[in-house]
């Protein structure tokens, strides 16, 4: 497990005093630290994203495997319920899929600017 008192330096010294936004922190071979990384359930409605990763199982990416959904894609939200309902993502500018929001909390997307 990581210090989290290093992490926070690590963070620091990324941002030189400025506040700290949009930083997720992933462990791996090496410490990797990415900007703009939220997951879909995050993204705002009309903004694109990237798929990064995926927070769940074999079942997970099997499923959004079947819809579309694969890492590397590019996904526009389209939707969003505001009382936690369903979320409507486009794929690739072509086919349009409506998934529940507690799978798309489990979607980590890159934020297109």
Do not use: H, W
Request: aromatic letters at 6%; glycine letters at 8%.
């Amino acid at each position: 497990m990581y210090d989290i008192e290093l992490i926070l330096k690590l963070c620091y010294y990324i941002n030189m005093n400025t506040m700290i936004m949009n930083i997720n922190i992933y462990p791996g071979v090496d410490l990797i630290v990415e900007k703009n990384i939220i997951s879909l359930a995050d993204l705002k409605a009309g903004k694109k994203g990237e798929v990064f990763s995926f927070k769940g199982g074999k079942k997970l990416k099997k499923k959004l495997d079947s819809l579309g959904i694969r890492k590397g894609k590019q996904i526009k939200k389209v939707s969003d319920m505001v009382l936690k309902g369903p979320i409507t993502i486009q794929i690739d500018n072509s086919s349009r899929v409506a998934i529940g929001r507690g799978m798309a909390e489990k979607i980590m997307v890159k934020v297109i600017e």
